[in-house]
């Protein structure tokens, strides 16, 4: 089991950029959740699918940010444009039910 | 969301068995209690979860209080390897399940 699978590790864009963050989750995982995590603010949640919907949104910072899941097994969030502020870790995270939710190793995101 | 309540900083002993105690005197009666840690640079680790009794696994055990209002989790050894931010969280059993992170103990480990 390869576990959770982010791209880039790193990513370092120019503001106004588009910036396209990439997941995949652990096969026969029926939820994916995205959180961000600054020294500022901590682990934030941004957004979570269950079976490929989005259920919650409400952590999306602004319209700047999108999330898909075109299938069970790949999601992006995009970003565009990009702005310094959304300088960060990004986080996916995959789960079944109630069982143990597994993270990916993040992409570090830098908006210069 | 019910909330945790957890000290900001705990220091052990290698080798010497680490108490992480918090509270969440707001938990419902199908909230799951769940402990993630997370080592420097890396993403948050499944540590262990349960919902009233007492679990063990190969990394911890979770002590849960009669009440619900507190639970404990323990490692047996610390080893310098257990350095990390831990992380208790009440995650409902209904559909709204993802993790809100608060800030967490940062458990130092002296040699």
């Known amino acids: 089991d390869a576990g959770v699978i982010q791209s880039p590790r790193h990513e370092v864009t120019e503001m106004g950029q588009e910036v396209t963050l990439r997941c995949k989750p652990i096969s026969g995982h029926n939820s994916l959740f995205w959180y961000r995590q600054t020294m500022m603010r901590g682990l934030e949640l941004l957004i979570y699918?269950?079976?490929?919907?989005?259920?919650?949104d409400s952590g999306m910072p602004e319209d700047r940010f999108s999330a898909k899941m075109p299938n069970a097994s790949f999601s992006t969030l995009k970003i565009q444009p990009s702005e310094p502020r959304d300088s960060a870790v990004y986080f996916c995270?995959?789960?079944?039910?109630?069982?143990?939710?597994?993270f990916g190793s993040g992409t570090r995101l830098t908006v210069v | 969301d019910a909330k945790t309540t957890q000290p900001n900083s705990m220091e052990s002993n290698e080798e010497e068995p680490v108490h992480l105690p918090c509270n969440h005197s707001t938990i419902s009666g199908t909230d799951y209690i769940h402990w993630y840690r997370q080592l420097p640079s890396q993403g948050p680790e499944y540590v262990i979860h349960g919902l009233t009794s007492n679990v063990n696994n190969r990394m911890a055990s979770l002590a849960i209080a009669e009440d619900r209002k507190s639970s404990t989790l323990i490692l047996h050894r610390a080893t310098l390897r257990d350095a990390a931010v831990y992380y208790c969280?009440?995650?409902?059993?209904?559909?709204?399940?993802?993790?809100?992170f608060g800030s967490g103990t940062q458990l130092t480990v002296l040699p």
């Open positions: 969280i009440l995650v409902s059993s209904g559909s709204a399940r993802q993790l809100t």
């Open positions: 699918f269950n079976n490929n919907v989005p259920i919650d």
């Open positions: 995270a995959s789960s079944w039910t109630n069982y143990g939710y597994t």
